[in-house]
Nanobody
Framework: QVQLVESGGGLVQAGDSLRLSCATS????????MGWFRQAPGKEREFVAA????????DLADSVKGRFTISRENVNDIVHLQMNNLERTDTAVYYC?????????????????WGPGTQVTVSS
């Protein structure tokens, strides 16, 4: 089992930055791909970013390219999502996820473990 806990969400204004973190515990010795997804009210959960176990591969949704960056600190079992130039459309609950292997990083159904989520609200 792997436990995931997100932190760093909050209320910010458009144009501001936030850094989300996902702390992992449990069987962290395995090579997990880590993903970030988000879900806005009334909408389906959507892919935001993913990073392979060693950071060698990353993927970002087109809507956040140039604004968001995903990184990881394997020594501390933490994954970060740096979000710059936030827009109102970024408002959502952000979820951290994990799975073994680097394949279909954009597909939520392929991830095994999920955190409870953290709220990000961007006001104009």
């Amino acid at each position: 089992q792997v436990q995931l806990v997100e932190s760093g969400g909050g209320l910010v204004q458009a144009g501001d930055s936030l850094r989300l973190s996902c702390a992992t515990s449990g069987r962290t010795g395995n090579r997990y791909t880590m993903g970030w997804f988000r879900q806005a009210p009334g909408k389906e959960r959507e892919f935001v970013a993913a990073i392979s176990w060693n950071g060698g591969d990353t993927d970002l949704a087109d809507s956040v390219k140039g604004r968001f960056t995903i990184s990881r600190e394997n020594v501390n079992d933490i994954v970060h999502l740096q979000m710059n130039n936030l827009e109102r459309t970024d408002t959502a609950v952000y979820y951290c996820s994990a799975k073994l292997g680097w394949y279909e990083p954009k597909t939520a159904g392929t991830y095994t473990y999920w955190g409870p989520g953290t709220q990000v609200t961007v006001s104009s």
